[in-house]
């Protein structure tokens, strides 16, 4: 069980940060929720508390893994399915995981595949929400400004 102050990362929402923890009546049961406050777009995720372990929800990296994903940002991208669709349902798979590096992984492969031929409605919507949930973490891993990660970020794709 997670505590007010931790930071924690929701798949599919990103990290942020527990401001409290509340009860809440729902269809006539008592429930408790985390209430996370996200860096990006200040907004506020109730996460309920006896689902939170098998919705992915996990404890925001450690400091050495923040040097480990910007050298996967800088790789060259994977390969990949050329059926955007069977794409599209890769990537996904990865970011439902919830975990940063296939989530930095689906980023670097995206963007770097906009940047040679751009990407359809769908795929440029997942390269932004990616996006938005790995600096989302990145930002809090070391307490840096959102603007500063995305520039970060966006330097280090594909540089290698």
Do not use: C
């Not at 910007?70 to 669709?85: C, G, I, S, T, Y």
């Not at 790995?134 to 603007?147: A, G, M």
């Amino acid at each position: 069980m997670f505590k007010v102050g931790d930071k924690i990362v929701y798949p599919m929402h990103g990290a942020g940060v527990i401001e409290s923890i509340e009860h809440k009546e729902l269809l006539g049961t008592d429930k408790e929720f985390y209430i996370l406050k996200l860096p990006i777009k200040n907004m506020k995720v109730m996460i309920p508390i006896e689902n939170a372990e098998e919705l992915g929800v996990r404890k925001v990296v450690d400091q050495n893994i923040f040097k480990d994903v910007m050298a996967l940002l800088a790789q060259n991208k994977e390969v990949m399915p050329d059926n955007w669709n069977r794409r599209y349902r890769a990537n996904l798979e990865k970011v439902k995981s919830g975990d940063i590096f296939e989530v930095a992984a689906v980023v670097r492969n995206l963007e770097i595949l906009d940047r040679e031929k751009g990407l359809s409605t769908g795929e440029r919507k997942m390269l932004n929400n990616s996006k938005q949930i790995l600096i989302s973490e990145l930002t809090l891993v070391r307490d840096l400004k959102e603007d500063d990660v995305v520039s970060l970020v966006n330097a280090t794709i594909g540089s290698h």
